[in-house]
């Protein structure tokens, strides 16, 4: 640069919202992901399986947010060991930006531990706290270039290369592929899959009876035997004998693995950390997008992994 | 730069949330303010008063969205001949930066005068739109540093240099100066002020009743004959002779001049675009905060002013 030049002028920016596109062709369209990760905990496929996603990396802008507990610090410093590694790596590899934030808030659990998770008390405070963490995350991350959104928890360790496309391809406002677990099958002696996110579903009867009779502030939440809901999960939906691109549609949905078309957010929709529709976090979700008038999908036969712990 | 080396690394930034204060002293901490104002008309009066606040401007980043209609195209274009002559001007005056979105969304009303606008079958159509554009502009224009948001409305015409200090000295999550308006008062042959802004408002017994009767996606309005919510509004409540410094707790606010402290957005406050505890947009935001226990507050006797049409 020249000497005694003025300085340049702050960054003034103007975009048309609507040259931003969501297409079923993104890439050729060269639209922006950012890929949303709530990380309690790292695991090394997740990044692995990251770092072979196909699309364009200079197009995916990846956001963190890490509990600053014990478990958060040493996930902290895992993920910024790969992502060291990986920014000043090849060139076509690296991500067109990293945000890892560290959440002020404390974690209402003292334990990550699966049983204490998923204990049905311990949802109301746990699954309000990962809303909160969800929405700093996306308000603090999201900018005037994003046209998608996809949502990965960092405990999915295997989802294909091609996922972003895959998704986008359905062209709808949201979209869930469904989540399995592998683990050992002590009965058949060999490897085998099951159910794990149950946040998938189609509404029923009982479940809207159950809600209308609870008191106010009372969620409802999926899979618990002794809240039986008989609502429609999309993992009891899984075919391999099916149609493998199949869609359904669903009215609540789970964050472990989620495209979201960003104007779907920008519109306002976010993860209530209040009952809302006796519904919370990514249920809630589902359900204030819908009060918005965007569609939930889900992909029964499409399948991520979920660690097992 | 040195010649050959390798090129930097793309960003990859880290963000401690607990460190990102908002504080009564907002200037000693740095904090950063997010100055965001929907615009459908520009007014010079707003500008020139924006260039007079006193708060450093290098802590303020302006955000704008403006709808697509030719009034909008008109207001875009007056917004950056300013823009431009500020951010090239002498360097203490100019801001932080300068985002400007063009809204791709449809506008509900044909007209933007005060008769249209005003009138209660518009509402639910117009303030619906309104929720969205303020929830596109704040979703994509809040980051990692942002400690407060600062709204104020175009045709708010005057304020005072300190009104960022000022507010945020009481502390509090959110915060609405009392907006009034000039007009000349032919009864008395002398210049005059009168009540503008309705929105900010104490509940009452009568307004709850009249929410537990509606339909489901009914919204209570407020400053409407036909539609006694007998509420408490903050505009009867201002008094020249009290305590200039008088605080009420508020359970509805205006988004005319409002200064919310950023964690409250960030924890997913909106603006709803739906019908929220029979609220919407900025009422609904005041409602939706409460839920997740952030508590509104307003200044009767601290006076903004709107422009009179
Ligand atoms: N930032 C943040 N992330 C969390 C917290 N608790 C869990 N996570 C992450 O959020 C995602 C979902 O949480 P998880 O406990 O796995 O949910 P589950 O699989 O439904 O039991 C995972 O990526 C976790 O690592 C938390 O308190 N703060
Ligand atoms: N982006 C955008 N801004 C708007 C639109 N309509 C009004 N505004 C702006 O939003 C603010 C509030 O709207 P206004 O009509 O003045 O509300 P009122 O004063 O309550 O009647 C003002 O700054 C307007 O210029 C719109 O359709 N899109
Ligand atoms: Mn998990
Ligand atoms: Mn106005």
């Known amino acids: 640069a020249k000497l005694n030049q003025p300085a ?13 596109t969501t297409s079923r062709t993104p890439i050729e369209n060269r639209e922006t992901v950012l890929v949303l990760t709530p990380m309690a905990r ?13 699309y364009p990396h200079d197009l995916i802008a990846l956001g963190y947010i890490i509990p600053k507990t014990k478990e958060g610090n040493l996930a902290y410093a895992a993920l910024q060991v790969q992502v060291l590694k ?7 590899k690296r991500f067109a930006s990293v945000t890892i934030l560290r959440q002020d808030t404390e974690t209402p659990l003292q334990s990550q531990s699966e049983q204490e998770r998923h204990k049905l ?15 700093s995350l996306l308000f603090t991350t999201m900018g005037p270039t994003t046209s998608w959104v996809l949502w990965i928890d960092a405990d999915v360790i295997e989802f294909p290369p091609t996922l972003i496309q895959d998704l986008a391809l359905y062209d709808v406002p949201i979209i869930a592929p469904n989540c399995f677990q592998r683990f050992y099958n002590a009965d058949t002696k060999a490897n085998d899959i099951r159910e794990y996110d149950f946040n998938n579903w189609i509404d029923s009867p009982t479940a809207r009876d159950m809600a209308a009779k609870m008191a ?4 409802l939440v999926e ?6 809901t008989y609502r429609s999960l999309m993992t009891k939906m899984y075919d391999p004998s099916a149609d493998p691109g199949t869609k359904v549609k669903l009215d609540g949905v789970g964050g472990a ?11 306002g929709a976010m993860f209530p950390a209040f009952p809302f529709y006796h519904l919370i976090e990514t249920e809630g979700f589902a359900k204030m997008a819908s009060r918005l008038n965007w569609e939930s999908y889900g992909l029964p036969n499409y399948l991520v992994f979920h660690y097992n712990e």
Do not use: C
């Open 121 to 135: 008390e311990n949802q109301k405070p746990r699954r309000s706290a990962m809303a909160k963490a969800r929405n």
């Open 42 to 54: 790292f695991y090394q496929e997740y990044w692995d399986n990251l770092l072979k996603v196909n």
């Open 86 to 92: 990986t920014q000043s790596g090849p060139k076509a």
């Open 216 to 219: 106010k502030d009372d969620i």
């Open 257 to 267: 693995t989620l495209l979201v078309k960003a104007e779907v957010h920008r519109d």
């Open 8 to 20: 340049a002028a702050p960054p003034v920016v103007h975009y048309y919202m609507n040259n931003l």
């Open 223 to 228: 899979g618990y035997g002794e809240m039986p």
